[in-house]
DNA sequence: GTGAAAGCGCTAACAC
DNA sequence: GTGTTAGCGCTTTCAC
C-alpha cells in the first residue's frame, strides 16, 4: 500500500500530528524539523490520501456537475468555465449524465449526495410545463442542499440561472419585420418544451406589435422529411419570404435544399435562428443568429452556488441573462 | 450533520455492524430484522457516506479523466462513451482540463493520485517529437499506475490508444489521384506535431507512390492571414487542382473565400480534409473527410484500462484504431 | 444471527 | 514546539 502519514512519522521519528502540520502547511514547526519533513516526504513520493482528510475534515472538496446529456456541443464552453473557476477554489468536479433520462438524473443526485459533493450543478433533463414528478428536486430545496439549475426554466424553487429566450427572439422578429418582410414562417414547433415556446412567444409577440401573424405551418424538425415539407412551402407561390428556424442546426440542414432549390440567399429568403454554433458564421451568407452569453452564466452560476454553499438559507435567487443577437448577412428585404 | 450507520443502529436498537450488512446487501440478518432497517434508513432519509465508506476499503470507485482541453468538441462523444461504461461497472468520473498546459497536467494527474482514482484515462497536452519533460507519465509507468494514453503517439511506455492518421491520408491522397490530380497542395503543416506530421506523411507517401510530390506552401492554419495566403495561391495560374486540410475546420473557414473567388465546387477545386465535424456533411458540396471510431477508440481505451486495473504488471499494450475515409461529393476530376 | 472492537489515513483539541 | 489521543463514518474480523 502507499505510504502514509504515520510511516512518515516513523521515519522522521517524530509524531503524525506534526506531520500533519508540516504538510498542510501550518505554523507551529521548527523550521529544521519541517524542511526536514518536507524532504522526506519528496523522497519517499508521499501521495495525502485526500480520502482520509475528507473524512476527517467532512469535507469532501468536490462539486457535482449533472448533465442532462453529455454529448451536447454547447456545454463544452460552459464545463471549461465551470471546470476552472471551481478548480481555482481548491474543488474538484465530479460529473455525471443523465442521458435525458429523468430516473437517471435522480440517480445522478443521489450519487452525488452520497459522495457528499458540497455543491451541485445540475442541467436538468425536463422543462415540460406539465413537470412530471421532480421529487429529488423538491429534496433538494427542503434540505436546503446548494444547487443551482441551469438552462431550464423549471427550477422548482432553487436557484437558477437561465438565458432569456424571448427577448432576444424578438429583437430577430424586428429585425426582418424592420427589412419589410411580412410573411414570416417559423420552423420547429414543440410548444411543450419551455425553452422553444419562450422563443416562439417571442416571435409572436414582435409580429403582433406590428400586426402580423406567424406563420406555423408546422414543420417539426425532430421529424424526418421535415426539410421536404420546408422545400414543400418554399416551392409555393405564396411562400414566405423570411424563416426563422429553431436553431442553427435546421438552418444548417436545410441550407443545401436552398441551394438546389436556386435560391440566391439572402435575396430570395432571408434566414434567422438561435445558438450561434461555431460554423454560423462561416455558412454563406453568414447566419443571423443568437447567442447566449456563457460567461455570463457561469459567473451567475458560480456566484450562486458559492453564495448559496455559504449560506445555506435566504431566498432562492433567479437570474435571467440576456442572449445576444448576432447580426451577419443571412438577412435582406424581400424584392415583393 | 446527517444521519449516520451509528444513529441507524441507536435508533433501532441494533449494532452498526447489522446496519452495515443490510445496507451492503450482505447475507446474514434476519429478515424481519433486514426489513426494519431498511424502512428505517428509508424513512429517516439515510444516505450512505462513501468517502467513509471508501476509506474502509480502500477504494475511491473513481476513473479520472485528464483532458488536454475540455473544450474540445470532438471529445463529447468520447467523454459520453467512456462515462457511461464506467458508471456501468459502477465508477463515478473525476474530470480535469489540462488546459493545454503540461504543468497543470502534471498537476491534475497528481490530484487524482491522491484522489486514488483507480484509474486513469489521460488525454496528454503535448506530442511533441522533440519531447519535452513528462516526467510524471514516467513515475506513472514505474509505479505500475494504471492509465491509459488516448489520442497521442508519444505514450511514455504506458497504455496507449490511438487513431490512425497516415493510412487514412494516404487513401485522402490516392483518391485524388486516381481523379487525375497531380498538382495537390497542402494546407497546414506543422511538423512538431505528430498528429499532423502522420497526416502529411500518409499524403506524401500515396503521392510518391505515384511519382508525385506535395505541394507544400507553408500555409500554416495557425497564423492570421493563412486564409488570403491560400487566396493567392488559387489566384495564381499555376494553382493546385486539389487540396488537402490538415482539418474541416480549415476547409470550413476557407470555404466563403473560395465561393467569393467564384470557383465551381468540385469542379474547379477538389478538397478534402481530416475530422468529419458535425457540420462537414451539410456544406456545399459536402466534404470528403475522415473519422475517427470513437466507439472503438472508446472500447479499446476501456478494455486496456480495466485489464490494467485487474493486472498492474504485465507488457503495455498499444492500439491503432484505423479511421474511416468517409467519400461525399467535394472531389472531382480536375478539367485541365 | 448478532455485537464488540479494531482499524482505514488523516485532523485537531488538548496536554506537556 | 511537539506528542497523545480521540474521533470522522464505515467495514470486518472474531467472539458469542
Chains 1, 2 share one sequence.
Not at 19 to 45: D, T
Not at 175 to 181: A, S, T
Not at 212 to 225: A, H, K, S, Y
Not at 256 to 274: K, N, T
Request: glycine share 6%; with cysteine; aromatic share 6%.
Amino acid at each position: 500500500m502507499a505510504v502514509t502519514i504515520h510511516d512518515l512519522a516513523r521515519m522522521a521519528g517524530t509524531s503524525t500530528a506534526t506531520i500533519s502540520r508540516v504538510l498542510s502547511g501550518k505554523r507551529g514547526v521548527g523550521a529544521a524539523k519541517r524542511e526536514a519533513i518536507m524532504r522526506l516526504a519528496q523522497e519517499v513520493g508521499y501521495t495525502p490520501n485526500r480520502i482520509a482528510q475528507n473524512l476527517a475534515l467532512n469535507k469532501s472538496h468536490v462539486i457535482g456537475l449533472v448533465a442532462a446529456a453529455l454529448d451536447n456541443p454547447a456545454y463544452v464552453d460552459f464545463f471549461r468555465r465551470i471546470h476552472r473557476a471551481v478548480h481555482d477554489k481548491g474543488y474538484r468536479v465530479l460529473i455525471a449524465d443523465s442521458e435525458l433520462d429523468a430516473e437517471k438524473e435522480r440517480q445522478n443526485i443521489a450519487t452525488m449526495r452520497e459522495h457528499r459533493a458540497e455543491g451541485l450543478i445540475v442541467f436538468p433533463v425536463h422543462d415540460w410545463r406539465a413537470a412530471g414528478k421532480a421529487e429529488h428536486f423538491l429534496h433538494l430545496r427542503v434540505q436546503k442542499f446548494p444547487v443551482v439549475i441551469v438552462g431550464r426554466l423549471d427550477d422548482h424553487g432553487l436557484d437558477a440561472v437561465t438565458s432569456e429566450q424571448d427577448e432576444c427572439a424578438a429583437t430577430l422578429t424586428r429585425h426582418l419585420i424592420e427589412l419589410g418582410h411580412r410573411d414570416i414562417a417559423f420552423v420547429g414547433s414543440d410548444p411543450s418544451n419551455r425553452c422553444i415556446a419562450e422563443r416562439q412567444a417571442g416571435v409572436e409577440r414582435a409580429l403582433s406589435a406590428a400586426g402580423l401573424t406567424l406563420r406555423t405551418e408546422n414543420i417539426v424538425p425532430d421529424q424526418p422529411g421535415w426539410v421536404e415539407q420546408l422545400e414543400t412551402l418554399l416551392r409555393r407561390p405564396d411562400r414566405p419570404t423570411a424563416v426563422v428556424y429553431i436553431n442553427d442546426v435546421c438552418a444548417l440542414m436545410a441550407h443545401p435544399m436552398l441551394l438546389r432549390l436556386g435560391l440566391r440567399l439572402p435575396a430570395d429568403l432571408s434566414q434567422v435562428a438561435f445558438d450561434d454554433s461555431i460554423w454560423s458564421r462561416y455558412l454563406t451568407p453568414p447566419l443571423t443568429t443568437t447567442a447566449e452569453r456563457i460567461e455570463e452564466v457561469t459567473a451567475r452560476t458560480l456566484e450562486v452556488l458559492f453564495a448559496r454553499m455559504e449560506d445555506p438559507d435566504g431566498p432562492a435567487v433567479r437570474h435571467r441573462v440576456a442572449q445576444e443577437v448576432i447580426f451577419r448577412n443571412s438577412t435582406a428585404a424581400p424584392h415583393r
